[in-house]
């Protein structure tokens, strides 16, 4: 195997970029979490902010978790008063929505993170 390549025709280069996605991420969403909330509730809390309007089931195929993490994640944000859900079209699903209150955790979260005003909802 050659430097310039990897198995499954990766090079070396992409590969560094996967590790350094998986670095930032890590950084990003730490495992000690924030303000008494997970890393998986941070993601989740996120990805509602992100992407209003997505179910449960959509949430934990964006982030690649089990069904049931998301819903208990679910669970303590709502609780928290952090996130609401709405019933959906069919009347049968729920779609997931951040509260006034979320909007403002997940502005706190950006800010820890020195992003750009705008680039979080």
């Not at 996967?18 to 000690?32: C, G, L, M, N």
Request: glycine share 10%; charged share 20%.
């Amino acid at each position: 195997m050659s430097q310039d390549s990897f198995q499954a025709g990766v090079s070396w280069s992409e590969l560094a970029s996967i590790v350094e996605v998986a670095s930032q991420f890590h950084r990003t969403f730490p495992r000690r979490g924030l303000d008494g909330f997970t890393s998986s509730e941070l993601q989740v809390v996120v990805t509602v902010g992100v992407w209003p309007g997505l179910t449960p089931s959509q949430v934990a195929e964006c982030l690649h978790l089990e069904r049931n993490s998301v819903s208990e994640s679910l669970r303590k944000l709502g609780q928290a008063g952090l996130t609401e859900s709405r019933t959906g079209e069919d009347k049968r699903s729920r779609t997931l929505y951040l509260s006034g209150r979320g909007q403002m955790f997940v502005a706190k979260f950006a800010e820890s993170l020195a992003l750009p005003p705008g680039d979080v909802q």
